[in-house]
Nanobody, 124 residues
Framework: QVQLLESGGGSVQAGGSLRLSCAASGNIDSTNCMGWFRQAPGKERDWVATIYTGGGNPYYAVSVTGRFTISRDNAKNTVSLQMNSLKPEDTDMYYC?????????????????WGQGTQVTVSS
């Protein structure tokens, strides 16, 4: 079993920055691929970014490319999402997710484990 715990959400004005973190515990071998999704009430869960333990380039949604940076600390089993130049449309609940391998990284049902979510609110 795997537990994912997000932190770092909050409120910020447009143009500001926030940093989200996700700590993984339990069966770490099942978290080789970790990503972030976001979801507004009544809407689908949208993929944001994914990173793989074994290296290689991270993957980003077009809407966040150049503004968000995903990174991970394998020694601490954490993944972070640095969000810069935030826009009101970035307002969502953000979820950390994990799967053993990076397959179908843009698809939420490919991920086996999920955190409880952390709210990000960007005001204009």
């Amino acid at each position: 079993q795997v537990q994912l715990l997000e932190s770092g959400g909050g409120s910020v004005q447009a143009g500001g920055s926030l940093r989200l973190s996700c700590a993984a515990s339990g069966n770490i071998d099942s978290t080789n691929c970790m990503g972030w999704f976001r979801q507004a009430p009544g809407k689908e869960r949208d993929w944001v970014a994914t990173i793989y333990t074994g290296g290689g380039n991270p993957y980003y949604a077009v809407s966040v490319t150049g503004r968000f940076t995903i990174s991970r600390d394998n020694a601490k089993n954490t993944v972070s999402l640095q969000m810069n130049s935030l826009k009101p449309e970035d307002t969502d609940m953000y979820y950390c997710a994990a799967q053993p391998r990076c397959t179908a990284v843009r698809t939420f049902y490919a991920y086996h484990y999920w955190g409880q979510g952390t709210q990000v609110t960007v005001s204009s």
